[in-house]
C-alpha cells in the first residue's frame, strides 16, 4: 500500500528525528511505500530535485530575494503534496502538538475528499479538544473517523490499525 506521510515532524530536529527513525522505518517494515513530503525522493517522481532547491532557499540570507524565492517554491512544494496524496491508497497524519498542523489538517481534508482513508497518530498526551468528546479538534477527528480510518497514540499499534481501514 502506499502511504502519505502527512504531519509536521520535518520542522523541528526532534520531528525529524522521529520521523526518520520511528515513523518511515516502520511504514517500510509493515511491508509499505511511504510517499514522503520530506524526502529528497519519492516513488512516484513528483518534482525530483526541489529538495535540493528548497535546501538552498533555507541557506538564503533573509530579504527579499528569499522571500520572492520562497512564493516560488510554495506552489511547487504544495502541488508536489497535493500529487502525492492523489497517488496514495492511505494517508498517515502526525497529530502532535497543541493542536493539530495546519497543513496536516489540510492534508486530512483533501484526502477525505478524494476518498482516502486516514489514519491519526497521536503521542502527545495533552488533551487539545474542543470539548470532552474527543481528544483534538472534532473536525480533523471527524474527517479521519468518517473516511474509514483511526487514531491511535502508539506507533507500535499502527499494524493493526492498518489491517482494519479499508482501502478501495
Known amino acids: 500500500m502506499k502511504i502519505y506521510l502527512a504531519g509536521p515532524l520535518g520542522f ?22 511511504g510517499l514522503d513530503p520530506w524526502s ?8 525530483p530535485g526541489l529538495a535540493a532547491e528548497v535546501a538552498a532557499v533555507t541557506k538564503m540570507p533573509f530579504g527579499e530575494g528569499r522571500r520572492d524565492a520562497w512564493r516560488k517554491l510554495n506552489l ?8 502525492l496524496i492523489d497517488g496514495c491508497d492511505l494517508v498517515f497524519a502526525v497529530l502532535d502538538g497543541a493542536d493539530v498542523d495546519s497543513g496536516t489538517a489540510a492534508e486530512i481534508g483533501y484526502a477525505f475528499a478524494k476518498g482516502k482513508p486516514t489514519v491519526g497518530y497521536r503521542g502527545d498526551f495533552r488533551v487539545t479538544a474542543d470539548n470532552d ?10 474527517f479521519i473517523y468518517a473516511s474509514g ?13 492498518l489491517a482494519a481501514v479499508k482501502v478501495a
Not at 529528497?40 to 518534482?47: F, H, M, Q, R, S
Not at 468528546?133 to 471527524?142: A, D, H, R, T
Open 12 to 33: 523541528s530536529e526532534a520531528g525529524r528525528a522521529f520521523h526518520e527513525k520511528a515513523v518511515v522505518p516502520t511504514i517500510r517494515r509493515l511491508g509499505h511505500i
Open 40 to 47: 529528497a525522493t519519492n516513488p512516484l517522481g513528483i518534482e
Open 133 to 142: 468528546g474527543s481528544i483534538l479538534n472534532l473536525q480533523v477527528e471527524y
Open 76 to 83: 511547487r512544494i504544495g502541488a508536489k503534496n497535493q500529487g
Open 149 to 161: 480510518g483511526t487514531i491511535i497514540t502508539q506507533i507500535d499499534e499502527l499494524a493493526t490499525a
